[in-house]
């Protein structure tokens, strides 16, 4: 018996070999999802909250509790190059991403395309913001856009970033992700967000550099974390002096416009980028401990993505905000925490059931 292994199984074993083994677990990275969900969430309950963002305190509180898919998108990032650098497989990174990612989408989609394309509003969403009648043409609108509810614009955005995956691992090893994301952060900073979250390129182009500070932080760890534990009080305070200063002269939210009109720069993508930061130093300091809230809701946090939207949306989409609380015009940052903890844990319990009814099939459905 010829006991040699042949070249290519040699040549398979040496480049295992060469590969570097994945990293350890982080508990403050897992604790940063949880906060992010909650912060997602956040943006979408001041309505119900009966919230009215009229003072200058209002606006500022505003401003640092909205866009909290800075977050969200920096910690993905860091979590691409921490998880998947080390084992890389487009094929099947792509293929993970359309079954449990756009799948659960369209599948949560549908019922609502449904809705906007029969009874939908008046005037219907498709009719009112593209002028498109045709049912086919008008259902593809909604897939694009992310349209049919509250938030679902992240995943046509998302899996455009998926997509260019190989662009960043090519930047990965050549070291040049901040050569690239310094650029395109002043690029997002003019550019905004886009009016109603429908163009997906330019919030592609927004939320890019966001993503690959994340992968730079991860792959240069140990010295992004020795500056944020050193600098992240000063970073507070220049976040919130960024919020302050936007409340003051450019009103509350994020500033969503075309993407070549020409105004202020957006001030609270930097404020995010500060406030990701320090989050992250203080977790930091607590890395050792498993925090179980947080850990129960980073694990549940994209299936609590796509549930709540059914409970906020139709607050504003089909009832136009009714005061169910009977707190119109008189809630606040407070009330809208009281809401968005109810919401999320609404969204956490039926993710939960959906989980004990599908079992690992629910991650077609919800995503986990």
């Known amino acids: ?20 083994p994945a990293k350890a677990f982080l508990n403050s990275i897992n604790h940063f999802r949880g906060i992010a969900i909650i912060f997602i969430v956040m943006a979408h309950c001041y309505r119900p909250a009966g ?14 509790m909205m866009n909290g898919t800075v977050f969200f998108v920096f910690i993905s990032g860091f979590l691409f190059h921490h998880v998947f650098y080390h084992r890389w497989d487009y094929k099947k990174y792509m293929k993970n991403k359309s079954k449990f990612v756009f799948l659960p989408y369209l599948l949560l989609s549908l019922p609502w395309i449904v809705w906007h394309l029969t009874v939908g509003t008046d005037p219907m969403m498709h009719l009112q913001m593209a002028d498109i009648s045709a049912p086919a043409a008008a259902a593809s609108w909604y897939v694009i856009t992310g ?5 679902y614009w992240y995943i046509p955005m998302g899996m455009m970033l998926f997509a260019l995956s190989p662009w960043v691992m090519y930047l990965i090893r050549k070291q040049q992700v901040l050569y690239y994301a310094i650029p395109l952060l002043l690029i997002a900073i003019m550019i905004h967000r886009p009016i109603s979250n ?35 009080l000063a970073m507070l305070f220049a976040a919130i002096a960024l919020a302050l200063i936007q409340a003051q002269f450019f009103g509350a939210g994020t500033l969503n416009k075309a993407p070549f009109e020409m105004t202020v720069p957006d001030l609270m993508l930097p404020q995010k980028l500060l406030l990701t930061l320090v989050i992250l130093a203080i977790l930091n300091k607590f890395e050792h401990i498993s925090i179980m809230p947080l850990q129960k809701l980073a694990e549940v946090s994209f299936a609590i993505y796509f549930i709540h939207p059914w409970l906020t949306t139709p607050w504003w989409m089909v009832y136009d905000s ?27 319990v039926i993710a939960i059931i959906i989980k004990k009814c599908l079992n690992k099939r629910s991650r077609y459905l919800i995503g986990w």
């Open 1 to 20: 018996m010829d006991d040699k292994l042949p070249q290519d199984k040699i040549a398979q074993q040496q480049t295992s070999a060469q590969k570097p």
């Open 51 to 64: 919230w009215q963002i009229e003072t200058f305190a209002d606006k500022a509180w505003f401003n640092l």
């Open 147 to 151: 349209r049919t509810l509250t938030a």
């Open 198 to 232: 429908l163009n997906a390129i330019q919030s592609l182009v927004y939320f890019l550099p966001v993503y690959l500070l994340g992968v730079w932080g991860s792959d240069h760890r140990n010295k992004l974390f020795a500056f944020i534990d050193r600098y992240w």
């Open 322 to 348: 009714p005061d169910l609380f009977g707190i119109a015009n008189n809630g606040n940052i407070f009330t809208t925490l009281l809401v968005t903890l109810t919401v999320v844990a609404i969204s956490y």
